[in-house]
C-alpha cells in the first residue's frame, strides 16, 4: 500500500492565542507505536492528553496543563498469575494486595452493571474493550447495592467522563468502595493467554515490598473451586421488592393483564433481574439463598425463580436440595447460577468451563425455533444434561445477542429423560438452556434481562409468565 501523503497530518488541536489556556498548551512529540492515552504527571499536576492518532498514521498532540490535582494517587501495581508471569500496570483506585480468578469480559460498554453484578465476586474482569470509564458511573445503573469483584483491569482509563447521568467517574467510585484496579497493561496479551491456558488466579498488589515469588505463592495457594460464594452475596433476610424499569427505558409494555406472586431465591440477584419480572405484572417476594422451601410453599407462590449467582453450584448442596422440593409443586424459573442449581436438581452434572463465557455478544440459539439470540453471558460453571457432546444446528438468517457471565455449564448427557435442552451456545455447543414440561420447568444460562447487553431474550419472561397463568387454570 502507497504511503499517505506527508499533509495528511492531525489537525491541530492547540487553544486559540485568545484562550486563557492557550499560554499554558503547548505542542508535544508523541512516540510512536503502542501507547496508552491515560493520566499524566508533571511536577504534581494533572496533564490532560488533547490528541490521538490520525489517520495517516501520523501522531501529534497538544497537552494541557488544566492545574488540577489529581483526586487520587498514582502509583505502580503488578498483576502477578499462578503461571508465573508478571504484568507491570498503573493502579486507580483501591490500593493493596488482592487475590482473584481472572477473567475477561467482551462487552464493549456496560461495566457499571458489571462493576455491582453479583456474579463476579472473587473475579479480577479484564475488559477487552480498550478504553473504559468515558462514561463514569451513575446511582440508577447498579444492579446491586455494592461491588463484588476483586478488581478491574483495562488498558485505558478515561479520565474525562462525558453523560448527563454521570454523578461520578469511575476511579473516583473504585476508591470509595475500595476496589482495585489497573490500567496501562498489555490486556490483549493477558486475554489471548486467558483463551489458550483457561482462567487463571491471579494476584493484583501495589505494595512494592512483596516479591514476585511472594505473590506467586499466594496465586498457587488460593483456591475458588468448590467454595460456597452465594452465602457472601445473598440477602440477609426475605424482602418485598416493588421498583420497575423507569418508563423511558421500558421497550415492551403491557405484558400481562393479570398479577401474579413470585418468590426469587436470592443467589446474587440483579436488579434489572427483578425489575423486569415487575414489568411483567409480579409481586416479587425476595429470600435468601437458604430459606427453607417449606417456608417458601407456605407463601402459595404463583411461581419461584432461581437467581443468577458467583461460584460453584456443586460448592452449595443446601441450594440444590431447595431446588429439588420445589421443582413439580410450582411454575420454576432459573437463570444462571439458578439454571445450573435446576441440572443439578434434576440429576445433571456441572462442570467448569475452560474460560467461561463473559460478554454480551455470545450467539445462542433456540432449537425450538432456530432463531439465534446474541445473549449476555456471566457464568463459571456449565454442564447439564446427557453428556457434554456437540450438537448440529442450522443456521437461521436471524442472529440476535444476549449478555452471558458464567465459568460452569450443565452436561445435557447426564440429565434425565423428558428435560429438553431448548438452546445451545453457538460458540462452542455448551447447554444454554432447558424445558421440562412435566415439571412445570425452564431454565436459561445467560441474562434474558441483558443488563448491559440486548433486550432479545425478553421474551423467556413471557414464557414464565404464560407457565404460571396455565398452572391457574
Not at 500496570?89 to 481472572?102: L, P
Amino acid at each position: 500500500m502507497a504511503a499517505p501523503p506527508a499533509t495528511a497530518s492531525a489537525p491541530s488541536l492547540r487553544p486559540s492565542a485568545a484562550s486563557p489556556r492557550a499560554a499554558a498548551a503547548r505542542s508535544v512529540a508523541v512516540p510512536s507505536g503502542p501507547r496508552t492515552v491515560g493520566p499524566r504527571r508533571d511536577g504534581g499536576r494533572f496533564l490532560g492528553v488533547r490528541a490521538a492518532k490520525a489517520v495517516s498514521g501520523v501522531q501529534s498532540g497538544t497537552v494541557v496543563d488544566d492545574g488540577v490535582q489529581r483526586p487520587w494517587k498514582l502509583s505502580d501495581a503488578r498483576l502477578v498469575l499462578e503461571d508465573g508471569s508478571v504484568w507491570k500496570a498503573k493502579s486507580f483506585g483501591a490500593s493493596g494486595t488482592q487475590v482473584g480468578e481472572v477473567v475477561f469480559n467482551t462487552s464493549l460498554t456496560g461495566y457499571q452493571e458489571i462493576l455491582t453484578d453479583p456474579s463476579y465476586a472473587g473475579q479480577f474482569v479484564l475488559m477487552t474493550n480498550p478504553h473504559i470509564g468515558n462514561t463514569g458511573v451513575n446511582p440508577d445503573d447498579e444492579e446491586s447495592n455494592r461491588c463484588f469483584l476483586a478488581g478491574l483491569i483495562i488498558r485505558n482509563l478515561s479520565i474525562c467522563t462525558s453523560n448527563w447521568r454521570c454523578t461520578e467517574t469511575l476511579e473516583e467510585y473504585l476508591m470509595k468502595r475500595n476496589i482495585m484496579g489497573i490500567y496501562d497493561v498489555d490486556t490483549r496479551a493477558i486475554t489471548r493467554r486467558l483463551r489458550e491456558d483457561g482462567s487463571l488466579i491471579g494476584v493484583l498488589s501495589t505494595d512494592q515490598s512483596r516479591t514476585d515469588d511472594e505473590l506467586l505463592e499466594m496465586a498457587k495457594n488460593w483456591k475458588i473451586v468448590g467454595v460456597d460464594l452465594i452465602s457472601g452475596v445473598t440477602c440477609d433476610a426475605p424482602y418485598e421488592w416493588s421498583d420497575k424499569t423507569d418508563s423511558e427505558w421500558e421497550f415492551k409494555k403491557g405484558q400481562s393483564t393479570e398479577s401474579f406472586h413470585v418468590v426469587a431465591y436470592d443467589f446474587g440477584i440483579k436488579h434489572n433481574i427483578l425489575r423486569r419480572l415487575t414489568s411483567y405484572g409480579c409481586k416479587i417476594t425476595v429470600v435468601p439463598a437458604n430459606w427453607p422451601a417449606s417456608e417458601v410453599l407456605n407463601l402459595k407462590p404463583d411461581g419461584v425463580f432461581f437467581s443468577n449467582g458467583p461460584g460453584d453450584p456443586a460448592a452449595v448442596p443446601y441450594a440444590v436440595k431447595t431446588v429439588q422440593e420445589i421443582i413439580g409443586k410450582v411454575p420454576v424459573f432459573g437463570i444462571c447460577m439458578g439454571h445450573q442449581l435446576i441440572g443439578q436438581a434434576l440429576g445433571g452434572k456441572t462442570f467448569k468451563m475452560k474460560f467461561g463465557h463473559h460478554g454480551g455478544n455470545h450467539p445462542v440459539c433456540d432449537l425450538r425455533s432456530g432463531r439465534v439470540d446474541i445473549s449476555a453471558q456471566a457464568f463459571r460453571i456449565t454442564g447439564v444434561g446427557r453428556g457434554a457432546g456437540l450438537l448440529a444446528v442450522t443456521l437461521p438468517d436471524e442472529n440476535l445477542e444476549l449478555l452471558r457471565n458464567h465459568n460452569y455449564a450443565v452436561d445435557p448427557e447426564s440429565l434425565p429423560e423428558g428435560v429438553k435442552v431448548t438452546h445451545i451456545n453457538l460458540n462452542d455447543n455448551s447447554c444454554a438452556g432447558l424445558q421440562y414440561p412435566k415439571m412445570k420447568l425452564l431454565s436459561l444460562q445467560y441474562h434474558p434481562e441483558s443488563s448491559p447487553g440486548p433486550h432479545d431474550s425478553d421474551l423467556a419472561f413471557g414464557e414464565f409468565i404464560e407457565m404460571m397463568k396455565n398452572n391457574r387454570l
